[in-house]
């Protein structure tokens, strides 16, 4: 079936107190706006008409997808006034489905739904059914068939205890579509074309109408104001915990965890309370992850544990590793397996080797770490002159004692060991031992400083 897409998304949003556009706002790091185009590209449609105003640079900067068609609308005069804008770009043979830039969350098998119910219809609608319809638009049915929508504070009482809403979003053939536009009138108290009043031209007409509507509620709900923004939020990411759960995924708290984008794990994976997952993240099976972790664009395989407060970003994390807790993994950082990383130790374009560990307070910087070294306490590899980067080599079975300085580009050989509070400037041979710290003189009749009274 032939069909185009037409977006509304041209508003301010000026309940949001934002120079932001409404439709930019982002529901887990990503706009709004790009929820939408990003569902509706499941859909095969033959092209998307996007209709932008206010922000519209922002908008052009901060969108993509394809078969993206921008449509300006210079002046915002009501929703009908919106798709006037993309009609010409519409074919008269084609259907159009007709969506809001501000609902995020709406799914690609409820539009689909939508779809299939146009196919027996000449119009079709998406409603909903809500407890509390207060200040939406009712639908107005004789039988199964859609006659009007009546605003809120047109509506009889009678018609208020109606709980069918209407969402505004839509589908029709383009031929109908553009001839009820050019019928659309601005004698209202807001001095705006609505969409809406298509519904009645439809009905007049004899059109069949039909409703379709959403596996739930909020897929529909709009964000008019930072409150709703936050509902929205937590609502998308107890969809995703729920999903992770399904696939094995167990949260201490599904409440308190956030996905902010692609996100795949194996089987018996554990995630604390408040896990931030953004980019790309990839888990194995039996991986734990603690409490108030931060991880980004990375690869953790089996059975690695990742303790509290660490943060893991654009690394590569073997088997079997042990980190943190309070670690950071810089880019770059390369963890082999069974490696350990502990209390505040930072990697960044550092390779710690099978069964290394760097326990305590240690910087890895621009290194490669062989097998079963240990890192002692306190070690800093000085990869930085001040204008260019150096790399330190530390080889298989090395030792280095705590609270040693390695000035890079220097190597440590093979079981060799550097003793503690040593600064290495030169090569140490396979096995050598390496000292390099000032004589130690221990002075008599040393007078410890007072305090001064004053």
Known sequence: MSFSVVILAAGKGTRMKSSLPKVLHPIAAKPML???????????????HLVYGHGGDQLKQSICGNKLNWCLQQEQLGTGHAVQQAADAISDSEDVLILVGDAPLIQAGTLKRLIETKK???????????NDPSGMGRIIRNGEQVVAIVEHKDASEQQRQINEINTGMMMMRGSDLKRWLGLLKSDNAQGEYYLTDVIAMAASEGKVIKAAHPDTAVEVEGVNNRKQLAVLERAYQMRK????????????????FDLRGKF??????????????????????????????ILKDCVIADDTVVEANSIIEQAEIGEACLIGPFARLRPGAVMRARAKVGNFVE??????????????????????VGENVNIGAGTITCNYDGANKFKTLIDDGAFIGSNSALVAPVRVGKRATVGAGSIVTKDIEDEQLAIARAKQRNIDGWQRPVKIKK
């Open 120 to 130: 027996n219809s000449d119009l079709a609608l998406l409603t909903v059914h809500l």
């Open 347 to 368: 990697m960044k374009k550092a390779i710690l080797g099978e069964g290394s560990k760097a326990n305590h307070l240690t910087y890895l910087g621009d290194a490669e």
């Open 264 to 293: 795949s794990a194996g089987q018996d994976v554990f995630i604390d309370v408040n896990v931030i997952i953004e980019g790309e993240v990839s888990l194995g099976n039996n991986v734990v992850i603690g409490a108030n972790c």
């Open 241 to 256: 915990a729920d999903e992770l759960m399904a696939q094995g995924v167990s949260f201490a708290d599904p409440a308190r």
């Open 34 to 48: 790009q929820h939408i185009i990003d569902t509706v590209q499941q859909l095969d449609s033959d092209n998307i």
